[in-house]
């Protein structure tokens, strides 16, 4: 997580709709595009949420009022023997698995499992009890810092580093937690602010955006980790599908991600083997502007440059003027 490549998480959150089948099929699709994990999410719905409790806007727009969060969450539940299939199926397709685990009984069940990331949400950056818990375990920690200011980022890092965790195992990742989050509210720069208000953190970011641009962006300033909620199709019944790539999307946005891990380089001002070719024929050399008989003087009005660039430079320009020409040239020659 910590090396030079992007560590992409494909977040198939709920998106898999309670469904194991649905939920292999996306290990299968988020392999295929190329990411190094892919992130569900591990919940009872009965310790997370109260009975009653409404759904967010954007929830209600995907699958309506007529039932509650509560409700609505019951039906997204696997079971922990369908955590255990998927964790084989990640192995057998080769790609990380991970899990959101939102109360300390989950946190539970995913340490039995074995994982060596922890993804925080949101929505637990101010839960001390859960976040005390997840820094004992000393592992490595992705914190999700959507709805959260610089004081609450601080609080939370000051419970998981005291419960053990060191801060080079932190990463966090900026985020928004409107979906789809609108561009104007995105605030990538942000990211870059966190990085430097915890000299030593290493930063990401968790799209919610519409697209795949943003997330690019992302990674050319910097990100370290890169979550993206994706699905098997937009057009299905849940609360996240809407605000999800499909897999070509998800395929793309890879793709670009490790096109823009080249071009960042290593910083290192200096001509790439691939254009060293081309040094010679666009750079000039100080040429005969006419012709010149030996022992005639070179002047601002018989040289000039041109192209190619084999010969003396025109940065020498002022050791040449003044000098003997040594011999005759002839118009364009190389002095």
């Known amino acids: 997580m910590n090396s030079h490549k992007v560590f992409i998480i494909a977040e198939a959150g709920v998106n898999h709709n309670g469904s194991l089948e649905l939920a292999k099929d996306m290990v299968k699709v988020a392999a295929k595009a190329g990411v190094d994990a892919i992130k569900f999410q591990t919940f009872r719905a009965e310790t997370l949420v109260t009975k009653d409790a409404i759904k967010a806007d954007y929830q209600i727009k995907a699958s309506g009022q007529s039932e509650t969060q509560f409700e609505m969450l019951k039906k997204l539940e696997l079971s922990f023997e369908s955590h255990l299939e998927l964790l084989e199926c990640c192995r057998l397709n080769q790609i990380e698995f991970l899990s959101t685990p939102f109360d300390l009984t989950t946190v539970d069940l995913l340490l039995e499992m074995g994982l060596n990331k922890w993804k925080i949400p949101s929505g637990e950056i101010t839960n001390l009890p859960y976040l005390r818990k997840i820094g004992a375990l000393k592992k490595e920690i992705i914190l999700s810092t959507g709805m959260s200011d610089l004081g609450e980022i601080e609080d939370a890092l000051d419970v998981l580093i005291g419960a053990g965790t060191k801060l ?168």
């Open 168 to 335: 080079k195992e932190i990463t966090i990742l900026h985020c928004n937690t409107e979906y789809p989050t609108p561009m104007q509210d995105v605030n990538l720069k942000a990211m870059q602010t966190i990085k430097s208000a915890f000299p030593g953190i290493h930063v990401g970011y968790s799209d919610h955006t519409e697209g795949i641009e943003v997330p690019i962006a992302a990674v050319a300033m910097g990100a370290a980790i890169i979550e993206k909620h994706f699905t098997l199709d937009k057009n299905m019944e849940g609360p996240d599908h809407k605000a999800s790539l499909e897999p070509d999307e998800l395929k793309a946005m890879v793709i670009a991600i490790r096109n823009i891990e080249k071009a960042l380089g290593s910083g290192i001002k200096k001509p790439s083997p691939s254009e060293l070719k081309n040094k010679p024929i666009a750079r000039k050399s100080i040429v005969a502007a006419r012709d010149i008989r030996k022992g005639e003087s070179f002047t601002e009005e018989n040289l000039t440059a041109k192209r190619p660039g084999m010969g003396i430079s025109p940065m020498r320009w002022n050791e040449v003027i003044g000098q003997s020409a040594s011999k005759d040239y002839q118009q364009d020659e190389l002095i």
